[in-house]
């Protein structure tokens, strides 16, 4: 499938500051996680802010050795979706966890004042961690994305594959509502309801609505295949970040983002150097594996399918003790088979996921 490299859109770089980059090719000396500017937030995890393109983001981190691991959030999440893995990846890792541009408690640039998903999109946030990879983490990492973030992860391993590693992917978006995904006769349908949400006050009400704490619990122990996993602690988690102010237009531009890459697309501009690891929770009611199976795993820049059996859409949060082996043996095998073949890299992932009661293919 052909693929055109995405540069960021002009209307973001002349209405949000969000400029072109300027490539370097020395990445600054690694900072300990505990560094002074960082606050210890729990046992062993530091919290700390970056400034980037002239917005503050917000970032996580803990472990001082080993290879550098970075945690990307899928839709209305933030780095508090990680709290399960990120210290236990600090164990072994430099792991670090971050909030895109416009979730969690990073800043949110008004989307009103730009053109239609001229800032929040994949192209951008692929950016984000790109440039995260080399100022804050200083090496080149791995990234382990959920849902949506997996586009952003993909994005950054095809703008700098030196910086990149590899990507692990957990129950990335099929992107449902694309172009692309739509019958013709629904185009004008969604795109005309989109519009209606964004540009008038019926978008605000509906978001209204749905931040609420019962509506969140109830969104979120419909992604969950286990309820008990649905916690007060979570529901604060998402519901905290997506109060503040200007979280609502963030979330009706992004729902209005019909274009842009698909998964698949990104996955076939993806180089040989960036191994794929696609990890899926089986019983997701929104991304069904099956379909990401077949779109998905024939991409040869993909190591591993590896099915979760009875776990949802956030199987980083719901089963942690599934996914962060996995991470771990993603990472240490693709580093130890970097120089040999595919097939090499994915035998200690696999085996992993076999221990761990997980069906790999």
């Not at 804050?136 to 849902?147: D, E, K, Q, R």
Request: net charge neutral; hydrophobic share 40%.
């Amino acid at each position: 499938m052909a693929f055109n490299k995405l540069a960021p859109h002009k209307g973001c770089l002349r209405h949000c500051s969000l400029r072109a980059p300027v490539r370097t090719r020395i990445l600054r000396a690694a900072v300990r996680c505990d560094a002074s500017n960082r606050t210890e937030i729990k046992p062993g995890v530091f919290e700390g802010y970056w400034q980037w393109q002239g917005h503050k983001i917000r970032y996580q981190c803990s472990g001082d050795s080993g290879e550098p691991v970075l945690l990307v959030h899928g839709f209305g999440g933030n780095c508090d979706h990680w709290r399960k893995n990120t210290p236990q990846l600090g164990q072994r890792f430099r792991a670090f966890s971050i909030d895109l541009l416009g979730y969690g408690f990073s800043d949110k640039p008004d989307p009103r004042q730009a053109p239609p998903n001229s800032i929040y999109n994949f192209d951008n946030w692929g950016q984000q961690l790109v440039d995260f990879t080399e100022q804050v983490i200083g090496a080149p990492a791995y990234i382990s994305c959920n849902s949506v973030g997996g586009l952003a992860g993909l994005k950054a391993g095809i703008l700098r594959p030196d910086l990149v590693r590899g990507v692990q992917l957990i129950n990335i978006s099929l992107r449902g509502l694309h172009v692309e995904r739509q019958q013709p006769w629904q185009r004008p349908l969604v795109a005309a309801f989109q519009r209606l949400l964004r540009e008038t006050s019926l978008g605000s009400a509906f978001f209204g609505s749905v931040a609420t704490p019962r509506t969140v619990k109830n969104i979120l122990c419909q992604a969950y295949a286990n309820d008990s996993a649905v916690t007060d602690e979570l529901v604060d988690a998402i519901l905290k970040p997506g109060l503040q102010p200007g979280a609502v237009d963030v979330f009706l531009d992004f729902i209005s983002y019909s274009g842009g890459p698909l998964p698949e697309q990104l996955l076939a501009a993806t180089p040989p150097s960036v191994p794929v690891s696609i990890l899926w929770g089986a019983a997701d009611p929104w991304e069904d594996m099956a379909e990401g199976r077949r779109l998905f795993a024939h991409y040869p820049c993909v190591t591993e399918f590896v099915e979760l059996p009875g776990v949802g859409h956030c199987p980083q949060d719901e089963a942690p003790h599934l996914v962060n082996p996995l991470i771990e043996a993603f990472v240490l095998s693709s580093s130890s088979s970097s120089s040999n073949s595919t097939d090499g890299g994915s035998s200690s992932s696999t085996a992993a996921a076999q221990q761990q009661g997980v069906a790999a293919a």
